[in-house]
């Protein structure tokens, strides 16, 4: 009986402090993916293509674009660009932090957003351009 003696016994484990910085962060980047998936649905996950146009200034201006879109560049040897709505991205991301009251627990949120929306861009990047290389192999 004495060899269990304090076996069992829970140690105590140091708290942990939460960065709010980080945890701002991997919320809203959750939040912004799982609404850019459900906009891609009907595409079965890829992103919206809106057509062929002579570059940039070609796009059309009075278009409901989605977070991610995809376009032909018939100006740059008809290259497929991956583009993306930053500007809504601002707004569903400062409209959450808005909803949630987070305004007065971290005050650097706009950095939060600039984080947010970079890490989702170079996320979704790497995993189109993934797709198109497999695309092309098989």
Do not use: Q
């Not at 069992?8 to 980047?29: E, I, Q, S």
């Not at 674009?65 to 100006?75: R, T």
């Not at 809504?88 to 947010?116: H, P, Q, T, W």
Request: charged residues 30%; hydrophobic residues 40%; contains cysteine.
């Amino acid at each position: 009986m004495t060899f269990f003696k304090g076996f069992f016994k829970k140690k105590a484990v140091p708290k942990k402090t939460v960065n709010a910085y980080d945890g701002v962060k991997k919320h809203l980047f959750a939040l912004v993916v799982n609404y850019s998936m459900r906009e891609n649905d009907k595409d079965g996950g890829m992103p919206e293509f809106i057509g062929e146009f002579d570059g940039v200034s070609a796009l059309p201006k009075a278009y409901r674009y989605p977070f991610v879109y995809c376009w032909l560049d018939k100006s740059n040897n008809n290259m497929l660009v991956l583009s993306f709505n930053d500007k809504d991205i601002r707004f569903y991301c400062s409209a959450v932090i808005d909803s949630l009251k987070m305004c007065d627990e971290y005050n650097d949120l706009e950095g939060v957003i600039d984080d947010v929306i970079n890490d989702f861009n170079r996320c979704t990047s790497d995993a189109f351009h993934e797709t198109i290389v497999r695309l092309h192999t098989k």
